[in-house]
């Protein structure tokens, strides 16, 4: 089975601050890697898909790059709205697989 | 506009049984691989099982394989987990999902408690 190593596990950051959240794969998964927001109590949103399609609708402040085994989410200016948990899932093969998560707090 | 709308969850015992339920519209639903997926209260999400569009191929995370049974009927446009020997740690908000998209369910709270 694939593993996804995802980090940092948590991150404090400021308004307007730039983020990157990283995600490692244990064996090459091409572009098939999509980032998700969680908020609590919320069903996850896609934001990215094929590691650098960013979903319509999602700002663009977010972007997504990588492929094989190594892929970075990038928030460029942090708003007071991501503040929030972010997920890699690979979606190469099944057992499809979520890295441990990102949250994403207020310094 | 495209729904998903899960069913069946609540408070099992140890052991016990529990079939929850995804109802699907907005979209071709047997051309489609579809997903469960699981939240622990406070923990990070979990795929638990996915299944082909024809229902011919079935998959499972290795904590849920033997003991869960994934389904679907295209006729209905749904989509079914069968749970079985139920542990303390199935406890979980469950969603059901077209992955990887942006379809999502809102989820069914599961809890295995005596």
């Known amino acids: 089975d694939i593993q996804m190593t995802q980090s940092p596990s948590s991150v404090s950051a400021s308004v307007g601050d730039r983020v990157t959240i990283t995600c490692r794969a244990s064996?090459?998964?091409?572009?098939?890697l999509a980032w998700y927001q969680q908020r609590p109590g919320k069903a996850p949103n896609l934001l990215i898909y094929t590691a650098s399609s960013l979903q319509s609708g999602v700002p663009s402040r977010f972007s997504g790059s990588g492929s094989g085994t190594d892929f970075t989410l990038t928030i460029s200016s942090l708003q007071p709205e991501d503040f929030a948990t972010y997920y890699c899932l690979q979606a190469n093969s099944f057992p499809y697989t979520f890295g441990q998560g990102t949250k994403l707090e207020i310094k | 506009e495209v729904q998903l709308v899960e069913s069946g969850g609540g408070l099992v015992q140890p052991g016990g049984s529990l079939r929850l339920s995804c109802v699907v519209s907005g979209f071709t639903f047997s051309s489609f691989a579809m997903s469960w997926v699981r939240q622990a209260p406070g923990k990070g999400l979990e795929w638990v099982s996915g299944?082909?569009?024809?229902?011919?191929?079935?998959y499972y995370a290795d904590s849920v394989k033997g003991r869960f049974t994934i389904s679907r009927d295209n006729s209905k446009n749904t989509l079914y987990l069968q749970m079985s020997s139920l542990r303390a740690e199935d406890t979980a908000v469950y969603f059901c999902?077209?992955?990887?998209?942006?379809?999502w369910g809102q989820g069914t709270l599961v809890t295995v408690s005596s």
């Open positions: 299944i082909s569009g024809g229902g011919i191929g079935t």
């Open positions: 999902a077209r992955i990887p998209s942006k379809y």
């Open positions: 064996e090459d998964i091409g572009s098939w």
